[in-house]
């Protein structure tokens, strides 16, 4: 069993802060997915650290070091414009860069099956890696956007205070 943890860098943390997005929720969303990749017994902590610029024109995920940079959200996109929007992209980036971490975690691929430079090389649709990567976020991206709002409705409250007295 997996049991990922994600460490926000600081543009990320103000991202975050500034949309409204729960860090808790997104982790719970990412632990919920790999629950199902994952049947083994033992507990392996993934610790993975985030970071989102818009500077960047290409999401990545760096192998050996567990880095997710998520790009780009800040573009001034029709389709990003909306904090729904913006969320919505942030987690079809985000399923995809994680499968990129199971792909290591999981399927012991490494940085050395990675044949493209870039993502506008003509090799990298052709990337086992990147088609596994991309038929992954068509699939789940969109399930795991629905449970992210599924949990932000399902408030739990007043559990850390003692109701017995």
Request: proline share 1%; net charge positive; glycine share 2%.
């Amino acid at each position: 069993m997996l049991y990922i943890q994600l460490k926000l860098t600081e543009r990320a943390s103000r991202y975050f802060q500034r949309d409204n997005v729960d860090i808790v929720r997104v982790q719970e969303v990412l632990n919920f997915i790999a629950q199902y990749m994952d049947s083994r017994k033992k507990v392996e902590v993934v610790s993975m650290s985030l970071d989102i610029d818009c500077r960047k024109a290409d999401s990545e995920y760096n192998f050996q070091s567990k880095h997710i940079l998520i790009a780009g959200i800040g573009q001034n996109h029709r389709k990003i414009k909306t904090r729904k929007g913006r969320l919505r992209y942030f987690f079809e980036h985000l399923v995809h860069e994680f499968r990129h971490c199971m792909q290591e975690v999981m399927f012991k691929k490494d940085a050395s099956d990675v044949t493209y430079e870039s993502t506008d090389d003509a090799d990298y649709a052709d990337n086992p890696l990147e088609i596994d990567a991309m038929w992954f976020e068509k699939r789940y991206a969109k399930k795991a956007l629905d449970l992210y709002f599924a949990l932000k409705t399902a408030k739990v409250r007043d559990v850390s205070s003692y109701h017995g007295d």
